[in-house]
């Protein structure tokens, strides 16, 4: 029987799995293997193995010319891993990442940390030491990397080794030998030749060193390899000396908060030997917050050394500086708020108006043109009086607001979100979902019957009420300048916007006969009307971006968000579809308190929440749920440091594994026995291939997500949790796994 195409669809999958085994099963062979534009091969130091010796091996990487492939940290892209499958009784330690340098694509851009040409990746094996001599062992191990040039392209290959066993230590082989030793100064050294501290302030962290030993050269082209990915990789770090050595300025990536221990490879052009060898430096160091210094109350205290800072009483201390949002063009927003002022103009509510006032105008002067421009000026001070009132408004509210400690509020996550639904609002107004300033135009239509310049200037006045409610998706923007720009600059975008509003005014008072230029109101209108709603949708998905970024520590955050988005359309909907069911009050009624309660629903589940956090064991200082990042080494550490480690293998793809992240890290239970027993959360994420968690599953015997384990300090073996999980579950898993 032949296949259906519906039998072949679900084959294909399987024939997948297959073609991706396929290579990994054939190419296992010793010596060297390309895969594209890279040539991988095992190599040993030592040419046999003896019974409990430590063997060094390498996986030796050849790239082609200007290929690259990865550190642990690759800033983009993913690091080269190894899956080792060895005899029995044999153990692998972690691999030995050479010092890295900056990765920079056609445009001169840093884009990654990594590798070119030759380079060695050393792991050491151990050997049982019950190994029989005689006969061999052969090593092997799965290899999977990313090499890119202009683009990247993902290569795996299967590489083994196989060595004699003998009795006794095996000297290295002639040759290899060379090759070990000649890759070895590129290992960063461990040196107490130098000392390390770091402080953190902001978004800053500062890195200082200085020599414990007299008559040291000093290094030159240093740059900081964060092994955690806490720092922006492709950010400038300047280098200064100050008292007693040399500080390095590092910046922490967006959304990052300063860590509790500073990690990684201090690299330097001259070398850390005065030879231009051993080009990095092993760092591990505390982060210690800087308190900013007081100002200097004179000469004498300017003069006070940095390092006499700690222990020189200075008062109160301030807080850290907030990091300042990158600032604008200011040019290119006047001119936008003069192009949106214009547009106001076209406002359904408000074009009617442009004819009917200038008719206004000629009508009061008795056709005399230096009357007419006269009241057009007039005019022209009441709509700018009127939008200077409005600023300051404006501005008084961000004073208060200021006192209550927004500070920049763009960082503020609330306030992004209440200017994101505030623009989603008016999106969906200006799409029709809902009409608001109908009566506007009526109201407009009045105000040509005021006589005298006091009419004209009261006219201009009402005329920026009579825009305000219909078009205020235009004035929203101005709103986010007003509190976001200084004073000053938020009065003359204020001043620009008026100025966008009563140009077509003040034009056609200059010149009356331009009116038979201006196109008759109409259909068109409407859809223009329309078409403006775009922007405001593409800004509110900015503002979503900016909220993917301040979130980031809370995985349920940003889809409470978007729900939250969803019911305040929802309200926008029942408003438009019921509120305004015109003469019918009853109707009217159910629609604006339906309205009312769904977007308080909506505030209330997308509102950006504090993290959780409950009191620590014996103590008032808060446990903070943060999740750190997945590793073997992340789990060895903490055992080693006494701790209990939760480790949640999840993806975000994983309904399950969101389900049970809101059932069990919100109860407070489960919070207090985290807190008490000071629990460290590691994640490893699978929404991304990574190899190294797929292989990690597979060991537990596992193919799938959720997965959890619970180590306990002293115990190798870790309590395995179900899939789904409930506070309870949890609970009894720390009871079983504890000592």
Request: aromatic share 8%; net charge positive.
């Given at each position: 029987?032949?296949?259906t195409?519906?039998?072949?669809?679900?084959?294909?999958?399987?024939?997948?799995?297959?073609a991706?085994?396929?290579p990994v099963?054939?190419?296992a062979?010793?010596?060297?293997?390309?895969?594209?534009?890279?040539v991988v091969?095992l190599?040993?130091l030592e040419?046999?193995?003896?019974?409990g010796?430590?063997?060094h091996?390498a996986?030796?990487?050849?790239?082609?010319?200007?290929?690259h492939?990865?550190w642990?940290?690759p800033?983009?892209?993913?690091a080269t891993s190894?899956?080792?499958?060895?005899p029995p009784g044999f153990?692998?330690?972690?691999?030995?990442?050479?010092?890295p340098h900056l990765?920079?694509?056609?445009t001169g851009?840093i884009?990654?940390?990594?590798y070119e040409?030759?380079?060695l990746?050393y792991?050491?094996?151990?050997?049982?030491?019950?190994l029989?001599?005689?006969?061999?062992?052969?090593l092997?191990?799965?290899?999977e990397w990313?090499?890119?040039?202009d683009n990247?392209?993902?290569?795996e290959?299967?590489?083994?080794?196989?060595?004699p066993v003998?009795a006794?230590?095996?000297?290295?082989r002639?040759?290899?030998?060379?090759?070990f030793?000649?890759?070895q100064?590129?290992?960063?050294?461990?040196?107490?030749a130098?000392?390390?501290?770091?402080?953190s302030?902001?978004?800053k962290l500062?890195?200082h060193?200085?020599?414990?030993?007299?008559a040291l050269?000093?290094?030159?082209?240093l740059?900081f390899?964060?092994r955690?990915?806490?720092?922006?990789?492709?950010a400038?770090q300047a280098?200064r000396?100050?008292?007693?050595?040399?500080?390095?300025?590092?910046?922490?990536?967006?959304?990052?908060?300063?860590?509790?221990?500073?990690?990684g490879?201090l690299?330097?052009?001259?070398?850390w030997n005065g030879s231009?060898?051993?080009?990095?430096?092993?760092?591990?160091?505390?982060?210690?917050?800087?308190t900013?210094?007081?100002?200097?109350?004179?000469?004498?205290?300017?003069?006070t050394?940095p390092?006499a800072?700690?222990?020189?009483?200075a008062?109160?201390a301030?807080?850290?500086?907030?990091?300042?949002p990158?600032?604008?063009?200011?040019?290119?927003t006047l001119?936008l708020?003069?192009?949106g002022?214009?547009?106001?103009?076209?406002?359904?509510?408000?074009?009617?108006v442009?004819?009917i006032?200038?008719?206004?105008?000629?009508?009061q002067?008795g056709?005399?043109?230096?009357?007419v421009?006269?009241?057009?000026l007039v005019?022209?001070?009441?709509?700018l009086?009127s939008f200077?009132?409005?600023?300051?408004?404006l501005?008084?509210l961000r004073?208060?607001?200021a006192q209550?400690?927004?500070?920049?509020?763009?960082?503020s996550?609330?306030f992004?979100?209440g200017?994101?639904?505030f623009?989603l609002?008016f999106a969906?107004?200006l799409s029709?979902l809902?009409e608001?300033?109908?009566s506007a135009?009526?109201a407009?239509a009045?105000?040509q019957r005021?006589?005298g310049?006091?009419g004209s200037?009261f006219?201009g006045a009402?005329?920026?009420?009579?825009?305000?409610p219909?078009?205020a998706?235009?004035?929203?923007?101005a709103?986010?300048?007003?509190?976001?720009l200084s004073?000053?600059e938020?009065?003359?975008v204020?001043?620009?916007?008026a100025a966008?509003?009563?140009?077509?005014?003040?034009l056609?008072s200059?010149?009356?006969?331009?009116?038979r230029l201006?196109p008759?109101p109409?259909?068109?209108?409407?859809?223009?009307?329309?078409?403006?709603?775009?922007?405001l949708?593409?800004?509110?998905g900015?503002?979503l971006w900016?909220?993917a970024g301040?979130?980031?520590?809370?995985?349920?955050?940003?889809?409470l968000i978007?729900?939250?988005f969803?019911?305040?359309a929802l309200?926008?909907?029942?408003?438009?579809r019921?509120?305004?069911a015109?003469?019918?009050?009853?109707r009217?009624?159910f629609?604006v308190?339906?309205?009312?309660?769904?977007f308080?629903?909506?505030?209330a589940t997308?509102w950006?929440?504090a993290?959780?956090a409950?009191?620590a064991?014996?103590?008032t200082?808060p446990?903070?749920?943060?999740?750190?990042?997945?590793s073997?080494?992340?789990i060895a550490?903490?055992?080693?440091a006494?701790?209990?480690?939760y480790?949640?293998?999840t993806?975000?793809?994983?309904a399950?594994?969101q389900t049970n992240k809101a059932?069990v890290?919100?109860?407070?239970?489960v919070l207090?026995?985290?807190?008490r027993r000071?629990?460290?959360l590691l994640?490893?994420?699978?929404t991304?291939?990574d190899p190294l968690?797929?292989?990690?599953?597979a060991?537990?015997?596992?193919s799938a997500?959720?997965?959890?384990l619970?180590?306990?300090?002293?115990r190798?073996?870790p309590?395995?949790?179900?899939e789904?999980?409930t506070?309870?579950?949890v609970l009894?898993?720390?009871?079983?796994?504890?000592?």
């Amino acid at each position: 029987m032949r296949p259906t195409r519906l039998t072949s669809l679900l084959l294909l999958p399987l024939l997948s799995v297959l073609a991706a085994l396929l290579p990994v099963t054939l190419s296992a062979k010793p010596g060297p293997v390309r895969n594209g534009a890279v040539v991988v091969e095992l190599v040993a130091l030592e040419p046999a193995v003896a019974p409990g010796q430590v063997l060094h091996v390498a996986l030796k990487m050849m790239h082609d010319e200007h290929w690259h492939s990865y550190w642990i940290n690759p800033g983009t892209g993913y690091a080269t891993s190894l899956t080792w499958k060895l005899p029995p009784g044999f153990k692998a330690g972690d691999i030995a990442w050479p010092t890295p340098h900056l990765i920079t694509g056609p445009t001169g851009k840093i884009t990654g940390l990594g590798y070119e040409g030759e380079n060695l990746l050393y792991v050491d094996i151990t050997a049982p030491a019950g190994l029989t001599p005689g006969g061999t062992v052969t090593l092997q191990a799965g290899v999977e990397w990313l090499m890119c040039l202009d683009n990247c392209t993902p290569g795996e290959a299967t590489v083994e080794l196989t060595l004699p066993v003998q009795a006794g230590p095996a000297r290295p082989r002639p040759g290899t030998d060379f090759l070990f030793v000649r890759h070895q100064a590129r290992l960063p050294l461990t040196t107490p030749a130098w000392k390390f501290t770091a402080t953190s302030q902001g978004p800053k962290l500062t890195l200082h060193l200085s020599p414990t030993r007299p008559a040291l050269p000093a290094p030159t082209g240093l740059h900081f390899f964060d092994r955690d990915g806490v720092l922006d990789y492709a950010a400038p770090q300047a280098q200064r000396r100050e008292a007693g050595g040399i500080a390095l300025d590092l910046i922490l990536a967006d959304g990052k908060a300063a860590p509790a221990r500073l990690i990684g490879v201090l690299a330097s052009a001259s070398g850390w030997n005065g030879s231009g060898l051993y080009g990095g430096l092993t760092v591990d160091s505390a982060v210690t917050p800087e308190t900013p210094a007081a100002p200097a109350a004179s000469p004498a205290a300017s003069a006070t050394p940095p390092d006499a800072r700690a222990t020189t009483p200075a008062g109160p201390a301030a807080p850290p500086a907030a990091r300042t949002p990158p600032r604008s063009n200011l040019t290119g927003t006047l001119v936008l708020a003069v192009v949106g002022g214009l547009i106001l103009n076209l406002m359904p509510c408000v074009f009617p108006v442009l004819g009917i006032k200038i008719l206004g105008f000629v009508n009061q002067s008795g056709q005399d043109r230096a009357r007419v421009v006269q009241h057009g000026l007039v005019f022209a001070l009441g709509v700018l009086l009127s939008f200077w009132a409005l600023a300051g408004l404006l501005l008084v509210l961000r004073a208060g607001g200021a006192q209550l400690g927004w500070g920049f509020q763009l960082q503020s996550p609330v306030f992004v979100y209440g200017m994101a639904s505030f623009l989603l609002i008016f999106a969906l107004n200006l799409s029709g979902l809902f009409e608001v300033g109908l009566s506007a135009t009526g109201a407009g239509a009045s105000l040509q019957r005021q006589d005298g310049l006091a009419g004209s200037f009261f006219t201009g006045a009402l005329a920026t009420l009579v825009a305000t409610p219909c078009s205020a998706p235009f004035l929203a923007p101005a709103l986010g300048a007003a509190l976001a720009l200084s004073a000053f600059e938020s009065l003359l975008v204020f001043t620009a916007i008026a100025a966008g509003l009563a140009l077509p005014y003040l034009l056609l008072s200059i010149f009356p006969q331009a009116i038979r230029l201006l196109p008759r109101p109409g259909a068109w209108m409407e859809t223009f009307k329309q078409l403006m709603a775009f922007p405001l949708y593409a800004t509110v998905g900015w503002l979503l971006w900016v909220l993917a970024g301040q979130t980031q520590g809370d995985d349920n955050a940003l889809l409470l968000i978007v729900f939250g988005f969803v019911l305040t359309a929802l309200a926008a909907w029942v408003y438009g579809r019921f509120g305004q069911a015109h003469g019918r009050p009853a109707r009217q009624r159910f629609g604006v308190a339906a309205a009312v309660l769904l977007f308080a629903a909506g505030l209330a589940t997308g509102w950006p929440k504090a993290p959780e956090a409950v009191p620590a064991h014996g103590g008032t200082a808060p446990y903070q749920v943060t999740w750190e990042k997945w590793s073997p080494e992340a789990i060895a550490a903490a055992q080693a440091a006494g701790k209990f480690v939760y480790v949640d293998f999840t993806a975000r793809w994983c309904a399950t594994c969101q389900t049970n992240k809101a059932t069990v890290f919100h109860h407070d239970a489960v919070l207090a026995e985290l807190a008490r027993r000071k629990v460290v959360l590691l994640r490893a994420d699978w929404t991304n291939k990574d190899p190294l968690i797929t292989a990690e599953l597979a060991r537990w015997g596992r193919s799938a997500v959720p997965f959890d384990l619970i180590y306990a300090p002293g115990r190798p073996d870790p309590v395995q949790l179900p899939e789904l999980l409930t506070p309870a579950k949890v609970l009894a898993g720390f009871a079983q796994a504890a000592p």
